[in-house]
C-alpha cells in the first residue's frame, strides 16, 4: 500500500513556474513507477509525465514537453514535477499516481492515485 499526498499547486501568471511535490509513505517507493496526471473541469484525466523507479527514463506528454520536468528522490520517498512558461491551458487538479506496471502513460496501469492539487494559470 502506498499513499500519496501532493502539494505546491497554486495560482501563478501566464510564463511563470510552479514545483508540484508529492510524498509516499511506505518503505517501497523506489519500487514504483511514478506519474503525474491531470484533470480539467470536464474532461478527462491526461497523462502528463512519469519517471521510472531509477530515474533512468522519464516520459512526457506532448503538450508539455520542454516545459516541465519530472524527477524522484528516492531517499526522500518524493517526486516532483517542476512546470515552467506555464500557460492557461495547463491550469487542472494535478494527481501523481504510482504503478508497480511498466506502462507509465497508460493510466489504468496506476494502482494508487494521491487527492491532487489545484493548478491555476491566469492570462
Known amino acids: 500500500q502506498v499513499q500519496l499526498a501532493e502539494s505546491g499547486g497554486g495560482l501563478v501568471q501566464a510564463g511563470g513556474s510552479l514545483r508540484l511535490s508529492c510524498a509516499a509513505s511506505?518503505?517501497?517507493?523506489?519500487?514504483?513507477?511514478m506519474g503525474w496526471f491531470r484533470q480539467a473541469p470536464g474532461k478527462e484525466r491526461d497523462f502528463v509525465a512519469a519517471?521510472?523507479?531509477?530515474?533512468?527514463?522519464?516520459y512526457y506528454g506532448d503538450s508539455v514537453k520542454g516545459r516541465f520536468a519530472i524527477s524522484r528522490d528516492n531517499a526522500k520517498n518524493t517526486v516532483y514535477l517542476q512546470m515552467n512558461s506555464l500557460k492557461p491551458e495547463d491550469t487542472a487538479v494535478y494527481y501523481c499516481?504510482?504503478?508497480?506496471?511498466?506502462?507509465?502513460?497508460?493510466?489504468?496501469?496506476?494502482?494508487?492515485w494521491g487527492q491532487g492539487t489545484q493548478v491555476t494559470v491566469s492570462s
Open positions: 499516481a504510482a504503478t508497480s506496471g511498466y506502462n507509465y502513460i497508460r493510466k489504468s496501469d496506476y494502482s494508487y
Open positions: 511506505g518503505h517501497t517507493f523506489s519500487s514504483y513507477g
Open positions: 519517471i521510472n523507479r531509477g530515474s533512468s527514463s522519464t
